[in-house]
């Protein structure tokens, strides 16, 4: 294991998204970051770039309006990549469940870890986060062996060609 794929295991960045909403789990993710909680023991980065994050942490309600945007988003995001629904509303629980302009995140986007409350306390945000480190400590070493094997395949078909 090189010195970025360690660092990368041990310092994931987070992008985090607010579709729309009442922004409480919002207050509630940047009171994470505050020295009381201080989510950043863990080695995590907030970002503002998809393309430099490792996970994507969605809070407030995805409507029609939202979902290609955030489509975008995750396409943008390097592999391996883990997606966190923060609170009632992105987990499809919240009070506007069921209005037609309303999909769920996992409608829209593959979301690995779901954290439920509304809004979610800070806490229960640091151990989505968590979960989502673990998910993508196995996700990065399944990718790395997948591109372990296509490197090998490639370099077997070069060897190949040039015998």
Avoid at 144 to 154: F, H, S, V
Wanted: proline letters at 6%; glycine letters at 12%.
């Amino acid at each position: 294991m090189g010195l970025k794929e360690y660092s990368r295991k041990k310092s994931p960045w987070i992008l985090h998204f607010s579709c729309s909403g009442c922004n409480g789990c919002t207050i509630e993710e940047l009171a994470s970051l505050t020295p009381r909680f201080d989510v950043e023991r863990f080695g995590v980065q907030f970002r503002g770039s998809p393309r430099h994050a490792d996970i994507l942490l969605v809070d407030g309600v995805v409507n029609k309006k939202v979902a290609p945007r955030l489509k975008r988003i995750y396409e943008q995001m390097p592999e391996p990549k883990v997606v966190v629904a923060v609170g009632a509303c992105a987990c499809g629980l919240g009070v506007f469940r069921g209005n037609y302009g309303i999909e769920g995140l996992d409608k829209v986007l593959p979301v690995d870890v779901y954290v439920a409350g509304c809004p979610p306390r800070p806490e229960s945000i640091i151990d989505g986060i968590l979960k989502a480190i673990e998910i993508l400590e196995k996700k990065g070493e399944e990718f790395d062996r997948k591109l372990g094997k296509g490197l090998q395949e490639g370099r077997e078909k070069s060897v190949d060609k040039s015998s």
